[in-house]
């Protein structure tokens, strides 16, 4: 069966700081991969998608970056953080064939 | 740019009771899913709408898709406290040619079930 892997769990990280959250998919290949973010009693976001190896799109202007080295590892990254980049992220997957969105269990990151 | 609306933002209703949540989206799409969010928790897939009429059942939950109207409606039947939660629509729109797809979420409806 396929798995979604995130982690960290909770992230506590000053102002300036860099960042790197990461996700990966077992038992599947060729992935659609995602990352949302929820700000605090509000909706999702779609930050970025990618539907291959190096292949990576952004939704929104933003202080993040995303990366797929492999086919189903997705990192999120920024080399420094802003107190505006707190908030619930959640990265996603969907096989390409089907339908079906799954989430992993989320890192909540604290800009402080 | 898609629009998805939810209604209302926050229900508080009492156990044993009915009510519907809305969910209005502004482009065509074929696919709806809607999700429950437990607080600080990820987000849980109740179910996925696949085509115009489409009517899911789970329990005291029922979704339904009217494609042409462009509006799902998840309705909550003799509602139980278990039921309190934030629960979302999400409408999935191709990204382009081929099957890559993105997920745009409503606003959320925040539930609260009283006794």
């Known amino acids: 069966s396929q798995t979604i892997h995130q982690w960290p769990a909770t992230l506590v990280q000053p102002v300036g700081s860099p960042l790197s959250l990461e996700c990966t998919v077992e038992?599947?290949?060729?992935?659609?991969l995602y990352w949302y973010r929820q700000a605090a009693g509000r909706g999702l976001q779609l930050l970025f998608y990618s539907v291959g190896i190096g292949q990576i799109s952004s939704e929104v202007p933003q202080n993040l970056s995303a990366s797929r080295p492999q086919d189903r590892q997705f990192i999120l990254s920024s080399k420094k953080l802003l107190l505006s980049d707190s908030g619930f992220y959640l990265c996603?997957?969907?096989w390409g064939g089907g339908y079906g969105y799954t989430f992993g269990s989320g890192t909540r990151l604290t800009v402080v | 740019e898609l629009k998805v609306e939810q209604n209302p933002l926050f229900l508080s209703m009492q156990e044993g009771k009915n009510y519907t949540i809305y969910c209005n989206y502004s482009?065509?799409?074929?696919?709806l899913y809607w999700y429950r969010q437990d607080p600080g928790k990820s987000l849980e897939s109740l179910f996925v709408l696949l085509s115009n009429g489409a009517v899911k059942q789970e329990g005291r939950l029922m979704a339904s898709l009217d494609t042409k109207a462009r509006l799902s409606t998840l309705h909550i039947t003799a509602a139980v406290h278990d039921l309190s939660a934030t629960y979302f629509c999400a409408v999935e729109v191709r990204l382009f040619t081929g099957t890559a797809s993105k997920l745009t979420f409503g606003t959320g409806t925040r539930l609260q079930v009283t006794l």
């Open positions: 482009t065509t799409s074929d696919r």
């Open positions: 996603a997957w969907r």
């Open positions: 038992g599947t290949s060729n992935p659609n």
